[in-house]
């Protein structure tokens, strides 16, 4: 096989795969555009709704929120409180999140200061829940998320494809040219498609490889730990003992904070079953993601610590499953790449407007070859 058939194969794969995916890469770089600020967005609606939290002294306990939300919501068994948000700033409040068996999730909010409810919204009607759900599932559940899944990596196989295809490599100044002069607008068309492309091309193709992952976790995880030799831990369970109960939330806070030290406590993942595990998410100082990379699994009943999730001390298979979600949505460099991130995210929808034009004209060039 020649060059010249291998170039052939190459962009016809990249042309199908961009004229069939096209419009959901589309719908993906919209949301994933509105991802990247979503946090902004959702703090400036919550904070219409429930109000503002004024910053005082001293914070009411975590085990003492939880109680006032179990009193608030006892006529309501169904619904169990499963995690606990610490404030993400002095103005902010607690989130508790209540899931019943069947059906959606309530976010409840407390004041950090003075203990009292400010108000509870529905999970699934928020701006961020809709936003990411259409972005992942296409608000067409597990199907929805096969689906995107799939988009993904043909998107990470389009932003190859494209690489490989881009005419800058034999002529490097020309490739990052738009030809605006005198130009046909079939000329213009390409031209923008080109550096369009190549500019956006490694951030697509970052984006394209951990969506896939996101939307097919278990079946990608197993392999970043068999490739970067990490073993996969097991999963922490508790062991229940006849006739005790579960030690209390203040208690097993204690142990977490003497498992870590010198982290804070981000979220508390409360167990749902007597042999599951109580997770206390934790996060140095210097951490960028916002609830940290750490964390300490303890056996509810004994307090035992089970297992750590160290930050400073993870594996390499950890730390490259870390590493996608800040890839993914763009906030690995702050501000600056997060506003990039805003970009490529249009960019499929100026590489699929382009790409169409060039089809088109070749469609027409092949109708009018063939009527003469």
């Known amino acids: 096989m020649n060059a010249k058939t291998v170039r052939n194969f190459v962009f016809k794969l990249h042309r199908y795969i961009g004229l069939v995916v096209g419009v959901l890469l589309i719908i993906v770089g919209l949301t994933g555009s509105l991802l990247v600020f979503t946090p902004e967005i959702d703090e400036f609606l919550l904070t219409r709704q429930i109000g503002h939290v004024i910053p005082s002294e001293q914070r009411v306990s975590i085990e003492s929120v939880l109680d006032t939300v179990k009193a608030a919501y006892s006529k309501v068994p169904e619904l169990k409180v499963q995690t606990i948000y610490t404030p993400k700033e002095p103005d902010a409040p607690y989130q508790l999140n209540l899931e019943p068996p069947q059906g959606e999730t309530i976010e409840v909010y407390v004041n950090p200061y003075s203990g009292a409810i400010m108000g509870s919204r529905v999970s699934d009607r928020t701006f961020t829940t809709f936003t990411l759900e259409l972005h992942e599932q296409l608000l067409a559940g597990e199907t929805g998320t096969q689906i995107m899944g799939v988009a993904a990596l043909l998107l990470f196989i389009l932003s190859i494809t494209g690489i490989i295809l881009w005419s800058g490599w034999r002529k490097l100044i020309s490739g990052f040219k738009i030809k605006w002069k005198n130009a046909h607008p079939k000329r213009v068309n390409f031209d923008i498609h080109k550096v369009a492309g190549i500019i956006a091309a490694v951030f697509l193709a970052l984006t394209g490889f951990t969506g896939f992952y996101l939307n097919f976790r278990g079946f990608v995880t197993p392999i970043i730990y068999a490739i970067t030799f ?11 003992i006849a006739g005790s109960t579960a030690l209390s939330l203040t208690q097993l806070l204690q142990k977490a904070d003497a498992a870590l030290p010198n982290t804070v406590t981000t979220a508390v993942y409360l167990p749902q079953t007597p042999e599951a595990a109580i997770y206390i998410r934790k996060k140095y100082s210097h951490e960028e993601a916002i609830l940290g990379r750490s964390g300490v699994y303890l056996d509810q009943y004994t307090g035992k610590t089970i297992q750590i999730e160290d930050a400073l001390k993870k594996s390499l298979g950890d730390k490259v499953l870390d590493s996608f979600i800040p890839l993914h949505f763009g906030t690995f460099g702050g501000l600056p ?13 100026i590489l699929f407007v382009t790409g169409f034009v060039m089809w088109w004209y070749r469609y027409q060039a092949k109708t009018t070859n063939s009527d003469v």
């Open 230 to 240: 990490t073993p996969n831990p097991p999963d922490p369970v508790s062991q229940p």
């Open 337 to 349: 790449t997060r506003i990039l991130y805003v970009f490529v995210g249009l960019a499929p929808l």
